[in-house]
């Protein structure tokens, strides 16, 4: 019995040591057949595709004396104007690849031209907030249609209401904020129009700068713009009041 194990005990270790050469084989073959534009370490952090779009629009402004942008209309919101056209600096050279964070590459990030009149800059719009705010709107426009009232709850801000999702048999969705990382929150105005409330991030913003005193006509959402690589979404105009940020009704 005794010779029998150790005769048996020899066969298993060397057959168990190929297996497990064999998966580590295939675990090392999976990453090099794996895309290598999916793989971590040749996706380009959104700072460095910025500098590197903000590079190719300039260049691109300077010779052909345009913008390579899609069109909008007059009614789009202003950091959802201007979205800028990838295949145009693809197709004219400009550019060789797309970043891998936009979402024509299937990121969560889309690519917007900013002060187009003056200093065009990049910036970036977080596609999941998009969404999901427009989930939302979705659901209000559908219960207003439905019971021609607002599913509003308590008040925020002069005409802008937390929302009532229980009254809609909804859960309220996670939104994440690009520029604290904190959960804010969807608001809706008088109007039925869902926004974003920025009024914590814009808060932190003026805290930092150290300014007590704002003309009262400054569009807040500049600071989160003019500090930061994004705009925010769905966001409405805000004025300093009382010290504080305050959304404005349109």
């Not at 899609?70 to 797309?98: C, H, Q, V, W």
């Not at 809706?188 to 009024?199: A, F, I, L, P, T």
């Amino acid at each position: 019995m005794n010779r029998l194990f150790t005769g048996i005990m020899p066969r298993y270790t060397r057959h168990f040591a190929a297996f497990s050469a064999l998966i580590v084989m295939l675990f090392a073959l999976s990453g090099c057949m794996y895309p290598k534009s999916q793989l971590k370490q040749n996706q380009i952090a959104p700072k460095e595709a910025i500098r590197n779009v903000q590079a190719a629009i300039d260049q691109y402004k300077a010779e052909t004396g345009m913008l390579p942008m899609k069109n909008s209309t007059a009614d789009t919101p202003r950091y959802e104007k201007f979205y800028i056209d990838f295949a145009m600096l693809n197709r004219t050279g400009y550019m060789s690849d797309i970043p891998s964070s936009a979402f024509e590459k299937g990121g969560n990030y889309s690519y917007l031209i900013i002060d187009e009149e003056t200093k065009p800059r990049v910036k970036l719009l977080d596609i999941l907030a998009f969404q999901k705010i427009n989930d939302i709107q979705s659901w209000v426009t559908s219960y207003i249609q439905t019971n021609s009232v607002l599913p509003k709850g308590d008040q925020t801000y002069p005409e802008f209401y937390q929302i009532d999702y229980k009254a809609m048999n909804k859960s309220a969705p996670t939104i994440r904020s690009v520029f604290s990382g904190q959960t804010i929150q969807a608001i809706v105005g008088e109007n039925g129009v869902v926004y974003s409330d920025y009024g914590i991030d814009i808060m932190q913003f003026i805290q930092k700068s150290g300014k007590e005193d704002f003309d009262p006509e400054l569009d807040l959402r500049t600071l989160l713009v003019d500090g930061s690589d994004f705009v925010p979404v769905k966001a409405p105009v805000y004025h300093f009041v009382n010290n504080e940020p305050q959304a404005v009704k349109p």
